[in-house]
């Protein structure tokens, strides 16, 4: 199975090394160029370049967009591309990503100048999205190839391509076809043109032939290196997730600031509780504020100790681990009302180690404001002077404290900095209550919490609450109120049908924000046939996407008919059959995941104020920072520090965290291996390489059209 040891953040030893040049003999020291670490993405708005530059932003790579369709852009010539520092040649790019294999005009001076550049430096091109041609080694698809539609269709990492910058993908790309009506992949497939050194690295047959056609692969011309990419994308398909890092590995040979992992951990609230079951005929939850006080019977659904089995045999076989958020009070409840007897809870304990374990407060009660539920929807009490009616610090700081106790007792592994308030409560929630309570965060420094949950549908941005960093997570749509399938089909007709279909109109009333379904689904049949996969490709989508937030679901979804393993099985499987063994989904624990978004933004804010700057020369990359930053690369695999191993391997690669401690400067060399490839990586100069004759000063502000990148945290 493809999993990771997930008991803590990537921390690692320290930055970076660079590709040498081809031969060890092929210039003096002195001579090598410095190629800064930054990509040029020359973009005409069109979604495959803003694919690609969302690849880099995501994982912390800085680069530079020239935008074509501003008049006021400046002129992409030699000085716009190197110049000198220090009195050596400068590369002012490490890559170049531009729409198509020519985006410009005939006999174009700047694509001349980039042709230069790229001969010069050694440096790649990405053609992101172009027609299959001669001038990009590929023969018109008129001539026995293909141009149309490739939804469906299961495309092939060739050998060459698992050798090189896809080699961490097991050999299938499937393309999308969510729906019968709409052309999602468009595509030209073609062959290489006859002595054309072309080498494919993804294919698919070609319709209504016996060849295959390329999808993506790199053409070698004229001293010049491009990867020619022929079909269009956006950054959501699930196609260019999957080949993305292998766009990123070979542009930059491996060597680049940022890194990029495939996370997945899944959250369970309300363990040792039980949740309220969504009634049928009234389309509410008695016993919960979506139903009128004193309607409906409550019939509450609680998991059992072959749940509790199920769980962690499911858990060894996915090589997986869980996370139990947990509320005491119901245990002690139950073993009031039953003589004393928890089967569940005794299982669980008998069983803790087997779970990650959150606190999840003691009775799951609300710490927002205190809710008037006399009318539905609810609304926050209010004082006699009109104003809100908090629920109280010692009340906020019980819940925690008390479950906290419970759970030491019991022996759960717990990490007591981490909190996950019952429905995130405490934290606004609109359009009830728009702020915070403010007696959360003085409870939070009253039990030293540090990571608090929240939910990314509403509060996807990290953010401070007092002493504590949010987490957010996001929610499956595998209801909390549901403990079989039916259930669940007959309140997802109920959120998203029209009222003229007998639905609640919810869909009707936000368009902007959900889709009505054309027609109720059957109630045995929709949980399997719609519901799981659409929830697994919306979290699959996550896994691919570099994004630690976790997932959460009910202990609801564990008992019964166990409802949340088709989604669960359907993420890891399918994970599974699409990558290879050195990279398995990343599994961390919710502070390890707030470490690694707080850190993300960190290091956005160092690359945005300039603080950081990094360029390889020769054999070596020098990183530098002020003292004391968190920074990320990706390097090749035996990259050394002052002779120690720098990263953690992942997806063919070594990358992690490292701090500055007591200097500015950072320097990294490459296994010779490595550099003794760079012709292959491209990475280096070639032999014969000459300095641009202009040596202008550095450019330090940014002309009109166009925008310096770095990373952002991802949000949903």
Known sequence: MKRITRTAVLTVGALIAALGVPSATAHAADDLPRVDLRVLVVSDGGPAVDAIAAELETAG???TEVDLTRSDRPAIDAGFLADTVDGRPRAKYQAVVLPDDNPF?????????????????????VDAYTYARPEAGLEYPLDGGYAGSIDGVRAEVTAAGRAGP?????????????????????????TPVAGADFTPYVEAA?????????????????????????FVYNQYQQQFRLLARGIVDWMTGGVHLGASRNYFAVHVDDVLAADDRWDTELNCTPGDVDCPEGEGTPDPIRMLPADVDHATSWQSGQDFTLDFAYNAAGSVDHREDNGGADAL???????????RWINHTYTHAFLGCEQDTTVVPWRCATNADGSTRWVERDTISDEIATNRVWGQTAGLPL???????????????????PDDNPNLAPALADNDIAWLASDNSRDPAQRRVGPATTVSRYPMNVFYNAGRAAEQVDEYNWIYTSRAQGGSGICEDNPATTTCLPAPLDTATGYTDHIVPLETRIALGHVLANDPKPHFIHQSNLAEDRIAYPVLDGVLDGYDALFADNTPVVNLR?????????????????LRDGQVTAHRTGGTVTVEAPDGTAATVTLPTGTTLAGDTFGEGYAGRVSGWTQTAGQSALSFTLPASATDGAATDGNGPAPDAKAPAAEPAPETRIPAGVRDHVPYTPRS
């Open 206 to 230: 070609i319709p209504g032939r016996a060849g295959r056609g390329s999808l993506v692969g790199e053409y070698r011309h004229d001293g010049r290196r491009q990867l020619v990419v022929t």
């Open 415 to 433: 990490h007591d900095d981490e909190l996950v308030t019952g429905e995130h409560s405490g934290l606004k929630v609109l359009p009830q209550q």
């Open 166 to 190: 896809f080699g961490y993908l097991d050999g299938q790309v499937p393309f999308e076809d969510n729906s019968p009506t709409v052309g999602e992949s468009y595509a030209y497939l073609s």
């Open 105 to 125: 005009p005939a006999n174009s001076p700047e694509m001349a100048a980039l042709a230069d550049y790229e001969r010069t430096y050694d440096i790649p091109q």
């Open 61 to 63: 790579t800085p680069y």
């Open 345 to 355: 809870a005794d299982r669980l304990i008998t069983e803790r180690d087997r779970f």
């Open 590 to 606: 919710m502070k390890d995941i707030g470490v690694e978004l707080q850190r993300r933004a960190a290091w956005a804010d160092a």
